[in-house]
């Protein structure tokens, strides 16, 4: 076997040919990926101060069951009973939870896009349309595992201890620690299954329809620039695909990770009780709430995202 040949089969790269045309940065998918995980950690801690409010309502409506138990009755009387009881602020309960968790459940996320995209791209630097779907999927099994999960579960356990008469935790620390303290540290991993699947297809569906427009946008001239505002707009349509995709998914998660959670076997039986006690209707629970949210949350994401990216490509190099 001469040299060249032996070269080709240690290293398969060398037959990857947009590595040469565009250089060392589409070579190193470990720099992009850390380009990826920075900029989307600061991203998430940025996008989730500004659209927490409707992910609050969200949760509180999913967690409300029918019967003698139910308490609210829409989005509105939801948002009045919140402030009225405990104002303003009260929409913003659990927050801490969720900063302390978004940051690196989107930097897992746009890292590991980042990673994953570096390695599947054509010779033209462009991903196919499964590959779109394949790297978006990555990233949202990535996110699931990392930091979804554990801080999915944290919050809406937070959330679900306001609704009683006496709430138990008195903060983040002594939250989580009374959640172990009963639990173990698998009471923080609770619906991990529904929160894999749900993060898998709302990233796969995600990452392809903005790809896919940004594509359809660019048409035969790759190099072109796609205005910020354009990729909200993209975004936002890609965050309600989403959330028609995948509610029914995003309810049995909840209800797994509600302090009720005990009562289900596993993901399969608590969608059959729902289905069974409360009807097909109940698994699209809180999709308003949660659309104006995911809209508003993937516009915002892929907005300052993109921003920071172009960013530290000019500086980071």
């Known amino acids: 076997m001469d040299r060249s040949a032996f ?9 990857r040919p947009w590595m040469t045309e565009h250089g060392a940065a589409a070579a190193d998918s470990g720099q992009v990926g850390l380009k990826g995980i920075v900029a989307g950690g600061i991203t998430g801690g940025i996008e989730i101060c500004i659209t927490y409010p409707t992910e609050y309502v969200k949760t509180q409506l999913q967690l409300d069951e029918k019967g003698a138990a139910k308490k609210y009755n829409g989005i509105f009387d939801c948002v009045k009973k919140t ?17 302390y968790g978004s940051i690196p459940k989107s930097a897992a996320r746009f890292g590991a896009f980042e990673f994953l995209k570096s390695n599947s791209v054509d010779s033209r630097g462009q991903l196919s349309n499964s590959g779109k779907l394949l790297c978006g999927l990555g990233a949202g099994v990535c996110e699931a595992i990392v930091a979804v999960t554990p801080m999915e579960t944290i919050k809406v356990k937070f959330i679900n201890d306001q609704r009683s008469a006496n ?18 540290i698998s009471g923080i991993y609770k619906g991990l299954t529904p929160t894999i699947l749900k993060q898998g297809s709302n990233q796969a569906i995600r990452f ?23 990729v909200g707009v993209f975004g936002a349509i890609a965050g309600a695909a989403s959330v028609f995709g995948n509610t029914p998914l995003d309810v049995v998660k909840t209800r797994m990770q509600g302090l009720e959670a005990a009562k289900y076997k596993n993901t399969a039986h608590c969608a059959v009780e729902i289905l069974k006690n409360e009807g097909p209707a109940a698994f699209y629970k809180g999709t308003v709430p949660r659309l104006g949210r995911v809209c508003l949350d993937v516009a ?8 920071f990216m172009d960013l530290f490509n000019k500086v980071w190099v």
């Open 208 to 230: 392809f329809v903005l790809e896919s427009l940004k594509d359809l946008y660019k048409g035969d001239d790759l190099t072109k620039p796609v205005p910020k505002l354009v």
């Open 300 to 307: 915002i994401t892929f907005m300052i995202y993109d921003s």
């Open 7 to 15: 070269a080709s089969l240690v290293s398969p790269y060398r037959r």
């Open 83 to 99: 402030v009225g009881e405990r104002g303003f602020l009260g929409l913003y309960r659990g927050l801490s939870v969720l900063v």
């Open 167 to 184: 709430p138990k935790f008195k903060g983040f620390a002594h939250g989580v620690g009374q959640i172990i303290k009963s639990e173990g």
